[in-house]
């Protein structure tokens, strides 16, 4: 397996709002490894740190922030500290090398989902990468409101990967969709790192980061998964074996949880 993306004891603290003269670390000392062609999934309860240890990989963090340690994404010839990146630099990182699907689509309301992806890429690239991620071309005419959240979700993943990025960060994919539409999201979302694998040789494999509250969507994508518990990481290895064989005492907590909410 090769790495793509590198997290090294990385630490986020913030100013707490209402103590300015207190710090808290909703991340702490977090290191963990993505690989190429595999889907790396982020599991815990709300308030773990999960969303803002994937805001921290984009450069997207609230004014003030003070973050430690390393994050590498490792392109050829050289690979990027993303923790030193200037904003300038970001520019030339976020949406292109990094792509990123959001809880929430920032989609404008009085233009069609085509009109707004093709100013980035020409609508027959447009088209065929939107049937890849299940968007019939007939749903890029249509304003936002006429999409169900489903689709939404799926023409955000569209424009994350337009610019065809190595590293593929999503947030909370299945938040707010109604659970007949779960299945094909993250299959969806699934689908577009497989193509890459199966592509001609020397086609670099995409890797994909998700963060969820949801241990469904871990057990129907996850190669590899990660527990956070208070900003910390408790456990980490290969789906299977964390699913299966949970060595964290949370950990089987949380599958103990799951097994008692499912049908």
Known sequence: MTAILTVKELSVRLRDPADP?????PVDRVSLTLHRGRTTVVVGETGAGKSLLLTSLIGLLPPGAEVAGSARLMLDPSPVELTRLSGQ??????GRRIGLLSQQAAFSPVRTIG?????VHPIVHLTALAEDCGLSPALLQRHPSELSGGQLRRAALVA????????????EPTAGIGAAEVGPVLERLHAPRRARVTEAPGTEARGTLVVTHDLAVAEGIADDLVVM???RIVEAG????VLTAPEHPYTRRLLAARREVTP
Do not use: C, K, N, Y
């Not at 630099?89 to 976020?94: F, N, S, T, Y």
């Not at 009109?115 to 100013?119: M, P």
């Not at 290969?238 to 074996?241: F, I, T």
């Open 160 to 171: 994350a990967l337009l610019h065809d990025p190595v590293v593929l960060l999503a947030d």
């Open 229 to 231: 518990r208070r900003g």
């Open 89 to 94: 630099a970001w520019r030339r990182i976020r």
């Open 238 to 241: 290969p789906a299977e074996r």
């Open 21 to 25: 003269a207190r710090w808290t670390v």
């Open 115 to 119: 009109a707004q992806l093709s100013e």
